[in-house]
């Protein structure tokens, strides 16, 4: 499961699965971005990154 960690300046995206695996990122959209981007690489059965990431794109294009 991917988690992230996030204060006002960065994103930790962590890997409950993999404990030796990290990533940093800006914002938290970024953050999805590359956890969504390690489940593809590892976890090519588990979708919750990406879901959460497509989520966010659609809410964003109907925010408007």
Known sequence: MIKL???RY???VLCT???WW???ADTRDQ???VGAAHEE???TDRYQAR???SGRRSRA???V
């Open 41 to 43: 690489r590892t976890h």
């Open 22 to 24: 990290f990533g940093f």
């Open 51 to 53: 879901n959460a990431l």
């Open 5 to 7: 960690d996030s204060t």
């Open 17 to 19: 699965d993999c404990p």
């Open 61 to 63: 294009r109907h925010a």
């Open 31 to 33: 953050g999805w971005r």
């Open 10 to 12: 960065s994103v930790v």
